[in-house]
């Protein structure tokens, strides 16, 4: 009986693992963007007056050419919560715009570590490298958000406000989505075309083999072939029937009727002579 080989990967054809790389890399590069974007969203709803964190690493991205080279806007930088006292010249600081709202956050260098004599509070003197001048204000050491560890991603920033958008909540969420499931679904049709196609192979196969044993199967030589006469039918005997004598009526008995007698008259007396 002929066996049928299996096809490597379910006969996974090229553009199919094309697309089961494409799949996996989109998965890796957003998976853990989204993870990351959940866990500050969360973090940013359950207490707004702080900068998110994960596991204490603060995620920033860059808007401005400020601090090119190094930092280019765009990239994705990493900082790390510090205590104010330990900040020192030419490290890279994140800290709350003093002329801002409150709300908008600067990365910059530190060009001076102020001390005030009297109240002993810190501030810090800061500049963008690519600006070559100092900013207006000082950095009061309670703005100070975190230090740059040095860790930044080229670009991903960018990629991240456009997952945050509507277009790319679309693209990046609901089109992958939709994708693996019209192919999830092609998939498995064709999976089962195949299955039914190595069926009917197989049956084909089997239907070949047994003519081909029918074929190569030696008549036997010379034997008659024999001839089964008719069996005649028998007929059941059927059983006699009791004859049943009919009943004979009675007949009815004849009372002969009596002739009447005929007196005789007596005879004459003879004489005596």
């Known amino acids: 009986m002929a066996v049928l080989e299996k096809r490597p990967d379910e006969q996974t054809t090229r553009a199919q693992r094309i697309i089961n790389i494409t799949a996996l890399v989109l998965c890796i590069i957003l998976v853990p963007v989204l993870i990351m974007n959940c866990v500050l969203i969360i973090k940013d709803m359950i207490n707004p007056k702080e900068v998110p964190s994960v596991f204490g690493n603060i995620p920033l991205i860059v808007l401005t050419e400020s601090m090119e080279p190094d930092i ?3 990239d994705l930088i990493v900082c790390k919560k510090i205590d104010p006292k330990d900040v020192k010249v030419d490290d890279v600081i994140s800290y709350f715009d003093p002329e801002g709202s409150g709300s908008t956050i600067i990365t910059h260098k530190v060009v001076k570590v102020e ?10 003197r800061t500049y963008g490298i690519n600006n070559n001048i100092e900013d207006r204000l000082s950095v009061p050491a309670e703005n100070v958000v975190g230090i740059w560890n040095g860790t930044r991603f080229w670009q991903l920033g960018r990629v991240l406000l456009f997952t945050q958008s509507i277009p790319g909540i679309l693209l990046c969420v609901i089109l992958p989505i939709a994708a693996v499931v019209a ?3 092609i998939r498995r049709k064709k999976q089962d075309q195949n299955n039914q196609s190595d069926i009917d192979k197989l049956r084909a196969e089997l239907e070949a083999m047994k003519a081909a044993n029918a074929a190569a199967a030696p008549a036997p030589a010379n034997e008659p072939t024999p001839v089964f006469e008719p069996t005649p039918e028998v007929t059941p005997e059927a059983e006699p029937t009791p004859e049943v004598a009919p009943e004979t009526e009675p007949v009815p008995e004849v009372i002969p009727e ?16």
């Open 258 to 273: 009596a002739e009447p007698v005929t007196e005789a008259e007596p005879a004459p007396e003879a004489d005596p002579s």
């Open 72 to 74: 280019l806007a765009g």
């Open 183 to 185: 192919y999830e679904v």
């Open 115 to 124: 001390v005030d004599p009297e109240s002993g509070d810190i501030s810090f």
